[in-house]
T-cell receptor
Framework: NAGVTQTPKFQVLKTGQSMTLQCAQDMNHNSMYWYRQDPGMGLRLIYYSASEGTTDKGEVPNGYNVSRLNKREFSLRLESAAPSQTSVYFC????????????FGPGTRLTVL | AQKITQTQPGMFVQEKEAVTLDCTYDTSDQSYGLFWYKQPSSGEMIFLIYQGSYDEQNATEGRYSLNFQKARKSANLVISASQLVDSAMYFCAMRDHSGTYKYIFGTGTRLKVLA
């Protein structure tokens, strides 16, 4: 039982390059989330998917797109990376009820030069 | 709008002593859930404890307890008998029951346990 997996673990991009962060969960969870973590700012929600087939913007969606490929997978795409997107990105999932905790992936450390 | 406030950027505690990490929240909803997570230096996020707004008893999980004061809108984490492995970043989070599916996080408190 792997829980939530993310690839890659580390990535360095040049300004303007694109990339997709992959996330998958094997817990049959309905809801999935993408966060970014910057020093002193906690976790900020980028996008989330309440259930398969739906996606919604979070607090900081600009510069990102997402795809809920199926119930297991939720990807985050940076179309044209900017230095301001240098951050640690976490994917999370939950069963969907408001009393359910989130399970987090190990994170992706992204640097944009 | 919902908001979580953690006013202690950093704290120190002596090994084997208890420590309280503060968390206050703001919401207009009557029904909501409160969560605490631990993030060690290795970076992963670990769920610690949950408290529902209608729970009459304070939640406990081993050495962790949540001091829930609904009228004051506070949900402080208490760690008893601190251990060196408790040194980490701690985040308070909230989710309401309105169906938005969003979790709101505080900025965190970095705890250092001293030997």
């Amino acid at each position: 039982n792997a829980g939530v997996t993310q690839t890659p673990k580390f990535q360095v991009l040049k300004t303007g390059q694109s990339m997709t962060l992959q996330c998958a969960q094997d817990m049959n969870h309905n809801s999935m989330y993408w966060y970014r973590q910057d020093p002193g700012m906690g976790l900020r929600l980028i996008y989330y998917s309440a259930s398969e087939g739906t996606t919604d913007k979070g607090e900081v969606p600009n510069g990102y797109n997402v795809s809920r490929l199926n119930k297991r997978e939720f990807s985050l795409r940076l179309e044209s990376a900017a230095p301001s997107q240098t951050s640690v990105y976490f994917c999370a999932s939950s069963k969907g009820s408001s009393y359910n905790e989130q399970f987090f992936g190990p994170g992706t450390r992204l640097t944009v030069l | 709008a919902q908001k979580i406030t953690q006013t202690q950027p950093g704290m120190f505690v002596q090994e084997k002593e208890a420590v309280t990490l503060d968390c206050t929240y703001d919401t207009s909803d009557q029904s909501y859930g409160l969560f605490w997570y631990k993030q060690p230096s290795s970076g992963e996020m670990i769920f610690l404890i949950y408290q529902g707004s209608y729970d009459e008893q304070n939640a406990t999980e081993g050495r962790y307890s949540l001091n829930f004061q609904k009228a004051r809108k506070s949900a402080n984490l208490v760690i008893s008998a601190s251990q060196l492995v408790d040194s980490a970043m701690y985040f308070c989070a909230m989710r309401d029951h309105s169906g938005t599916y969003k979790y709101i996080f505080g900025t965190g408190t970095r705890l250092k346990v001293l030997a």
